[in-house]
């Protein structure tokens, strides 16, 4: 009978039983003590009593060797024998703590008080037992120890006795399940545990003494009776029913009930034992439902499923199974797993299968190919476990598999595209780098050492730090956010071997490898260039930026409907809107339906063909009610896709040009009247002189027909001399573009005719380059010209003649002075010359210089040829020659200004001249000239008061003075022209 169902009445008996057996345990120990006093004499009768005792007895010498042991204490150390104790004392047989409690009981045994102690024995196969000993000292008559005898119960069963009541006792106290005792009549409670009472929500108090039919519920009191009636007639009885706790909840119970009956067979008492099996019927419920999905996944389940019995035949496989392999289940019932499976994998199968047969393995799982009816092959992963009888038996193998198939197709693709992978990584121009979180670089491919200018083997001994700038204020903010978010994208600074940095755009994540470690990816992209474009494209998006806000054209882009989405200043300028007022503005509300419709034609045109339309013009009304003339280009707005979204274009008022056109045609109907109607000859003719053009007025002139004339060449209207001189003027026109001069033509009648011209070279806005000529009849002119010029001519002669002859009057007067006015004219032109004067100045100086002393007729000739120093008097008298000299020829009407050149030629630089002291640029450059020329040809002349000094003294007078008296420039031409050039004197 099972522990659990044992009743209080066998637990009573067995805890009797237990008591009796202790009872004559105490009676065999008092035996034994009454045995210790006995004489010697009955130690025979003794022996013989306890060689027989199921106690056992060990008597040894002081000296711990054994006198005696009898079969029990043999059989409780584990040998035959006493011989085997093979000279052991007892300390072999008993563990440390005992061997402590044994000397503690002797000395006790020693002192007279005698004591029973239990101890714990190890018997010689190792074997542990807790033995109960009574020890005695055996003495001689005369008082000396002659042996130790100690008589061992072994306490085991008595133990387990003891131990067993408890056991029951609690169950019964403590058990989970509730116990109730009904009486003999079969219908009181009359004693139960806690669990009972708390089961149905009372205290054990109120149930006792209460009809059980009182905790079933109602409907099923009626069934109690007839349940008693056959635990009766069975002596035990299990069944379910219904029970109602006090709160009146109804659960569900079963029912364990037990007859006791005395040995004439009357019923002592009923025990029952109740389960609450609410959980126990949920889990039922649970089952049913789980056995229920179990079933439907095994037959409609996607996986293939199939169980086979101990030698591998099919006995069930649902429907995916038979679609995986293309058989029936009855075909596939009159196969085996061996059948199926492809022979590379068969003896596998075979080994894992024994394996699991033999418990060596708890399932079996693995991945092979099946073969298909048709004959085609599949993959499969499957798993086969195995079900065994209580006995080992196998039962069945219930086997589940996959069609892995595509798996591994895409398995052998990935392979396929980690090889790629590999080559990409390889191949690609991106640096890239295998990392672990703490900054160690484990691999890096071609590009990374190319990019940095390491090796492979350097990168992964510099770890991150060292091809990373650690400076770089965005990296901590870059590894922070990568530790958050597992990745990060963004730009940072790295580092060559060469020490140079450049920017690289990252991009990191982190990871795990297949052996589950953290690790970071790395592809890093050197953006230099980029960089540098980027920065040329703000620059080049802030140049058009600034044109486009400065430009006076108006920039516009509009959706499809028309509608402003974006446009510069200028555009509100021209329209004379607020930039919020035009934005989403329609070309409807600011101009006409005319010009509507020209917009709208134009742009469609656009829209239709996708090319760009420039020229429309149309007019608009401001909003101050003003109207422009406007011209825009047009071209579509796309999206990267390709998509039109809209339009854009370059506005330009033009109603100032349209007034200015309006005001040039009128100009050029003005013109054209006036070309028409003008004496002068406009033509044009091309680089072979061929006449294209010619206006109305000269062909009256020239007395030619205007259909022949433009039949003509310039050549065949020049006299002969002319046409010898055209090539030479076609030459001159093609290389500089422009050329002037006179030509003299023929007019029908042949008279000739002299035409001054001015001809230009146009090649821009022609076909073929033409010439624009321009010529007026100059003949009359020309004749007119020549007459002044021959007048001229006569007099200036005469003029010549008129200063010559007063040059000879002033050489008359003062003889010692004779050619000094030529010679000082002669300088005075030749410095003039090589200062690059021009002609018409030179000879103003020359005419001056020949009467510069014209003066000194004023003054008596005596002092002028006077042979000694002059006194101040007659000096005062000499320097007023200048002022004679102006008042004589201020009044005559020369192309020169003779008269301010003559009057200053005695002025100083520094004003220390006469008659006027005029210092620096106050004294006109011929008056400067011709002062040097004068003192260098008196100094180095004879004069009446002194002998010539020489040119040499002349030319170290003006040297030394040169910026103080005499002109600086004027100086260092004069000293060259005698040191470098040999001037002499005539």
Known sequence: MNDTHR??????????????????????????????????????????????????????????????????????LEIESPEDLNGKTYHSFFTPQSLETIAKEHAKRYQGVASSYEVEIIGNKGRKRKVLIHGTLVSSSKGELKSLIGIFI?????????????????????????????????????????????????????????????????????????????????????????????????????????????KEGRVQFRAVHVQDITERKRADEILQESEECFRRVFEEGPLGMCIANPDFHFTKINEAFCQMMGYTGQEL??????????????????????????GEIPAYRTEKRYL??????IWAASTITVMKDHFGQVLYFLSLIEDITIRKQVEEELRESERRYHQLIDSSIDAILLTAPDGSILTANPAACHILGYTEDEIRKLGRAGVVDTSDPKLSPALEERSKTGKFMGELTLIRKDGTRFPGEVSTAIFRDKDGHLRTSMIIRDITERKRAEEALRESEEKYRTILKNIEDGYYEVDLAGNFTFFNDALTGIHEY????????????????????????????????????????????????????????????????GKVTGFRGIVRDITELKQAQKDLQESEDRYRDLVESSRDLISIHDLKGQILWVNEEPIRILGYEKEYLLKMNVRDLLTSEGKDEFDNYLATIKSQGIASG???????????????????????????????????????????????????????????????????????????????????????????????????????????????????????????SKPTELNSIEFKLIKVHPQISYDILKDIDF??????????????????????????????????????????????????????????????????????????????????????????FN
């Not at 105490?26 to 004499?41: D, G, L, M, N, V």
Request: hydrophobic share 35%; charged share 30%; net charge negative.
């Open 578 to 641: 607020s930039r919020n007022e035009m934005m989403g503005m329609n070309s409807r509300q600011y101009t006409d339906a005319e010009n509507v419709n020209k917009i709208y034609r134009d742009f469609s045109q656009v829209y239709r063909t996708g090319k760009p339309h420039k020229g429309t013009q149309y007019e608009i009304i401001t909003k101050t009610g003003g109207r422009k003339s406007l011209e825009t280009s047009v071209s579509l707005i796309r999206e990267p896709s």
């Open 333 to 358: 019932a009159s196969l085996t797993f061996k059948d199926i499976t492809h022979p590379e994998h068969l003896a596998q199968d075979i080994e894992s299968v024994n394996k699991l047969i033999a």
């Open 742 to 864: 006179l030509m003299t033509l023929q007019t029908a009648k042949g008279e000739k005719r002299i035409w001054e011209y001015k001809n230009t070279l146009r090649t821009e806005g022609v076909d073929e380059p033409i010439v624009r000529s321009m010529a007026r009849d100059v003949t009359e002119r020309m004749h007119a010209e020549k007459e002044v010029k021959e007048t001229v001519e006569k007099l200036r002669k005469a003029m010549g003649g008129i200063i010559q002859a007063m040059a000879l009057t002033v050489e008359t007067r003062d003889p010692y002075t004779a050619g000094h006015q030529r010679r000082v004219a002669d300088l005075a032109r030749s410095i003039a010359q090589e200062m690059g004067l021009p002609e018409d100045q030179v000879d103003g100086l020359r005419m001056a210089a020949h009467v510069h002393d014209l003066g000194k007729i004023g003054i008596p000739a005596e002092i002028l």
């Open 7 to 76: 009743t209080k009445a066998e637990l009573i008996k067995e805890l009797e039983a237990l008591r009796q057996q202790v009872a004559r345990w105490e009676e065999t120990e008092s035996k034994s003590r009454h045995a210790e006093e006995a004489p010697k004499e009955d130690q025979k009768r003794y022996r013989a009593l306890f060689e027989n005792s199921p106690l056992g007895l060990w008597e040894f010498n002081p000296d711990e060797t054994t006198i005696y042991m009898n079969q029990a204490m043999c059989a409780m």
């Open 154 to 262: 072994d306490v085991a069963e008595r133990n387990l006795a003891v131990e067993n009541l408890r056991k029951w006792a609690y169950i019964f106290e403590y058990a989970d399940w509730g116990v109730g005792i009904v009486g003999a009549e079969g219908k009181t409670l009359v004693l139960m545990n806690p669990a009972f009472a708390k089961m149905h929500g009372y205290t054990m108090e109120e149930l006792i003494g209460r009809p059980i039919t009182e905790v079933f519920a109602p409907e099923y009191r009626d069934e109690v009776p007839e349940q008693i009636w056959i635990a009766d007639e069975k002596n035990h009885h299990i069944f379910e029913s219904k029970h109602i706790r006090k709160d009146g909840t109804v659960f569900p119970v079963q029912m364990d009930m037990t007859i006791v009956k005395d």
């Open 895 to 984: 192309p020169w200004p003779v008269a301010q050149i003559i009057f200053q030629h005695h002025e100083r630089m520094n004003g220390s001249g006469y008659p006027l002291g005029l210092s620096g640029e106050d004294i006109c450059l011929e008056a400067r000239i011709l002062a040097v020329a004068d003192v260098v040809e008196a100094t180095s002349s004879h004069r009446p008061y002194r002998p010539a000094h020489g040119i040499d003294e002349a030319l170290e007078e003006i040297s030394q003075n040169k910026g103080i008296l005499y002109d600086p420039e004027v100086v260092d031409v004069c000293l060259r022209f005698f040191r470098e050039k040999g001037f002499r």
């Open 372 to 377: 298909r009816k048709d004959g085609k092959t």
